[in-house]
């Protein structure tokens, strides 16, 4: 069975800085895409980054990375410069190319003045 | 462009009574996809419809759900005689054919329901 695991209840960061969230998944596929979600309080799902398991490059979107080990089955999210913005549930979400997404239980962020 | 829509935003429901959600998806799109969102969890599959066609309710509860994408209106997700456990965020996502070997899938802004 596919899972995706996030193993960071909560977390917190003071603004500015950077803060990585985890998340590990279990897959016996080789082609696959991996997704992070931005849940803020209003509930809205935001696609914040996606990567494609045939690349081997992380994928980039301004103050948001990833660092993708494909080996070690990890997908990690970078937040850089923190902002007040990004408090919100993160939730890591992959799917095997088929119509289903797998969701993580999320990882609640919370960025402090 | 309007993105996915929902209604109600919120709705309450006391136990036993009928619970309809609706989902609009994005212009064009011709795929719906129902997920659960129950507290502090990740959002689970449901079910899975295109027009007048239900693809995979693989994970919608036997009894009580069902859900439907008539070949005009919205998508349809209806709960009847409510319990507590219903209690959830529920969250309608769309999508065109399969594009570049997945489904991209855009979100609503959910449905929460509180069943009294």
């Known amino acids: 069975a596919q899972t995706v695991t996030q193993s960071q209840p909560e977390m917190s960061v003071q603004e500015a800085e950077t803060v990585t969230l985890s998340c590990t998944y279990d897959?016996?596929?080789?082609?696959?895409?991996l997704f992070w979600y931005k849940q803020p309080p209003s509930r809205q799902m935001i696609l914040v980054i996606r990567?494609?398991?045939?690349?081997?490059q992380n994928a980039t979107e301004n103050r948001f990375s990833v660092n993708f080990q494909k080996a070690a089955k990890s997908f990690s999210l970078k937040i850089s410069d923190s902002q007040l913005g990004d408090t919100a549930m993160y939730f890591c979400?992959?799917?095997?190319?088929?119509?289903?997404?797998?969701f993580g239980t999320g990882t609640r962020l919370k960025v402090l003045a | 462009n309007a993105g996915v829509m929902q209604n109600p935003r919120h709705l309450v429901r006391r136990r036993g009574q009928e619970a309809r959600l609706r989902c609009s998806p994005m212009?064009?799109?011709?795929?719906v996809y129902w997920y659960r969102q129950l507290p502090e969890e990740g959002l689970k599959f449901m079910v899975y419809?295109?027009?007048?066609?239900?693809?995979?309710e693989s994970g919608m509860p036997k009894e009580r759900f069902s859900a439907e994408f008539p070949k005009e209106g919205p998508s349809i997700l209806r709960i009847q005689q409510v319990v507590r456990g219903d209690s959830a965020a529920y969250f309608c996502?769309?999508?065109?054919?399969?594009?570049?070997?997945?489904?991209?899938?855009?979100f609503g802004p959910g449905t929460r329901l509180t069943v009294t």
């Open positions: 996502a769309s999508s065109t054919w399969r594009r570049d070997s997945y489904y991209e899938q855009y």
């Open positions: 897959t016996s596929e080789n082609n696959y895409y």
């Open positions: 990567q494609e398991a045939y690349k081997q």
């Open positions: 979400a992959f799917t095997s190319g088929t119509y289903k997404y797998i």
């Open positions: 212009k064009g799109h011709s795929h």
């Open positions: 419809l295109q027009k007048e066609n239900i693809i995979d």
